[in-house]
């Protein structure tokens, strides 16, 4: 099962919808959880057969609560996240099933993040990506996710991988850090360490983030970074 947490991004799941159903081997469910979206990002979940939760939120209240959403409902035994603007350059989906069954006791995630910024065009991504000089995030990450990855064995994710039992034995993700970027992310995957499940990047797994508005103000005043 497919997770994708969302907030008015439906122009940037047009992008990723396409490409993953273009591969051979695909998710057998693709959930898109809604937090309260204005836009047409149902009629693009349609568009693509995609399984849509829209949460009647009042505002965007970050990742945590459409994810839980989305474990509660996914129906298969492994469970994966991406993001509205995360375009696969590898298969993702078949790249998490390979290393899963060697280990089903590890979270698996991307491991090599490429960013666009806004000069570059997405009317064609991959070739876009193949003609020019894209930065790496993971190469060139911030200070701070570095620190946090020392401290806590977790680097920020944008897609991974673990089977439903796992996240279901840690009560899935915080939802008391929904307001506060990346940290969901960080809270979940230490619990899990605690749980005895650590997480494998593995650079194989390539991704590019596309560039997207900033996020609603009533959020991001909401961040903090301490």
Not at 54 to 65: D, E, Q, V
Not at 79 to 97: A, G
Not at 110 to 120: D, H, N, Q, V
Not at 158 to 165: A, D, L, M, N
Request: proline share 4%; hydrophobic share 35%; net charge negative.
């Amino acid at each position: 099962s497919l997770v994708v947490p969302t907030y008015n991004r439906g122009y940037l799941l047009e992008k990723p919808l396409p490409r993953i159903l273009s591969f051979d081997y695909t998710p057998d469910e693709i959930l898109i959880v809604d937090d309260g979206s204005s836009d047409n990002t149902k009629s693009v979940a349609d568009k693509y057969h995609c399984r849509y939760i829209y949460l009647n939120a009042p505002y965007f209240r970050g990742c945590s609560i459409p994810k839980n959403v989305g474990i509660k409902n996914a129906t298969h035994d492994v469970v994966m996240f991406s993001e509205p603007e995360l375009f696969w350059v590898t298969n993702l989906c078949e790249q998490y099933k390979t290393y899963l069954e060697l280990d089903p006791n590890k979270i698996y995630s991307a491991g090599t993040i490429y960013s666009f910024g806004p000069e570059l065009s997405t009317d064609d991504v991959m070739e876009t990506f193949k003609s020019h000089r894209v930065y790496n995030h993971r190469e060139y990450g911030h200070h701070l996710e570095n620190q946090i990855m020392e401290m806590t064995g977790w680097q920020a994710l944008w897609s991974w991988s673990i089977y439903k039992e796992h996240l279901l034995a840690v009560g899935g993700s915080d939802e008391d850090m929904a307001e506060y970027w990346g940290w969901d992310d960080t809270d979940i995957g230490t619990r899990l360490r605690c749980y005895g499940i650590n997480q494998n990047i593995q650079t194989d797994v390539k991704a590019i983030h596309l560039y997207h508005d900033k996020v609603p103000q009533a959020l991001a005043d909401k961040w903090v970074i301490n």
